[in-house]
Structures are given as C-alpha cells and as structure tokens.
C-alpha cells in the first residue's frame, strides 16, 4: 500500500529564516506530487505540482520554491521566512495522469513564523 | 475563469441526510468532481468522484445533473463523526488547473 509522509510535524521559524520541509511517498511510482497550504480557517492553494523529477510548476507567486531531487521525494524551500507563510502545508501525491486522479494528503506540516 | 462555488457553513442533526451543495459553473466536457472531506489538523481525505449522473460507494453519493454546473455531495445518516470540512474540486483536463472550492463546514448536532 501506499503512503506519504511529512516532517516535521510542526515548526516555529523567526523571520527572515530558511525553510526546507520534505514529503516523501511509497509504494507508488512516478506519482503526481503537489505542496498546498491552508491559512487557519481557510482553504486549500495549491502552491506547486510535479509531474516528475525536476520538473515543478508554480500555481501562485510566492516566497516559496520547490524541489523534487527524487521520484518520490518532493521539497518545499524558502530562503527568507516571512511572517504571511505561516500555516498549515500539505503535501500530497496521485497517480501520474489527469488531474481528475484522486489524491492522498500527508498529515501536514504546521509552520509558525514569528 | 471556472469557479467552484459552495456554502460556507451547514448544521445538521445526528440520523439526518446532508445534501451539499457545489456549483462549477464553467466546467467543461472531461472535467471531473470530486469532494473531499477534512478534520482539523490533517489532511483531506477523498470521498468520492463523479463524471455525470449519480454515484454511490460505501459513505455518500454524488449527485451531478445533466448540464454539469453543480453536483451535490450526499451523506446519509450523518452522525457526529461527520463533523468536518467537506471540499468541491474540479480537475480541468483541459488546462491541468486544479479548482477547490473555500470549503463547507459542516457540524453535526445530538
């Protein structure tokens, strides 16, 4: 079976801080990954998607970048932490195709900046 | 620009159906639904998907009319455990975009 992983589980950065959180999935091959976050209260922005090592799309501008070094190793970096990328970040991965394949969250990491 | 459109909050009562609610105004041909249902502090979990007409499985059924601008998610008996956040998306084939609805709260009452 598959499954996904996150960590840390929570973080506290101060501004002006790096960042690097990693997700890594098994039991699959060539998954689709996706970073989110999720402000408190809010909903879901997609922040980046991969379709394969090397290969990451941005959905929004940000503070943020991101990294696939492995097929199944997916990371979310930031140089300079800003107060604004506090929240709660998801990673996630399907099934290489369509954005119609169903996706499977990990618990989350939740990032405070202070 | 597709949207996906649905309400904020919902209260319902133990043993009662809940029929939510997504409209997806510019959905095109190959695009599918999907709902997702989320308990504070983890991520979304899937419930089900639907292309056209109804679909079934274990927990809910989907709802989705000829004309594909809104589908509705239905849970049957709900019971406290169904406290959670319940999310729309819209997988658009034709663009690779990803379209999430804000999100329905819906709390469960005794």
């Known amino acids: 079976s598959q499954t996904i992983h996150q960590w840390p589980a929570t973080l506290v950065q101060p501004v002006g801080s790096p960042l690097s959180l990693e997700c890594t999935v098994e039991?699959?091959?060539?998954?689709?990954l996706y970073w989110y976050r999720q402000a408190a209260g809010r909903g879901l922005q997609l922040l980046f998607y991969?379709?394969?090592?090397?290969?990451i799309s941005s959905e929004v501008p940000q503070n943020l970048s991101a990294s696939r070094p492995q097929d199944r190793q997916f990371i979310l970096s930031s140089k300079k932490l800003l107060l604004s990328d506090s929240g709660f970040y998801l990673c996630a991965w399907s099934k290489s195709g369509g954005r119609q394949e169903t996706q499977y969250f990990g618990p989350g990491t939740r990032l405070l900046v202070l | 620009l597709a949207k996906t459109t649905q309400p904020i909050s919902m209260d319902s009562y133990e043993g009662q159906e809940v029929n939510i609610t997504c409209s997806h105004n510019n959905i095109a041909t190959n695009d599918y639904i999907t709902w997702y249902q989320q308990f504070p502090s983890q991520g979304p979990r899937f419930i089900i998907q639907g292309y056209k007409t109804k679909v079934t499985n274990e927990v809910a059924s989907l709802f989705i009319p000829a004309d594909r601008k809104s589908s509705t998610l239905s849970l049957p008996r709900v019971s406290l455990s169904d406290t959670a956040v319940y999310y729309c998306?819209?997988?658009?084939?034709?663009?690779?975009?990803?379209?999430w609805g804000a999100g329905t709260k819906l709390i469960i009452k005794p």
């Open positions: 039991g699959t091959s060539n998954p689709n």
């Open positions: 991969s379709v394969g090592i090397g290969q």
């Open positions: 998306l819209v997988g658009l084939d034709s663009n690779y975009q990803l379209i």
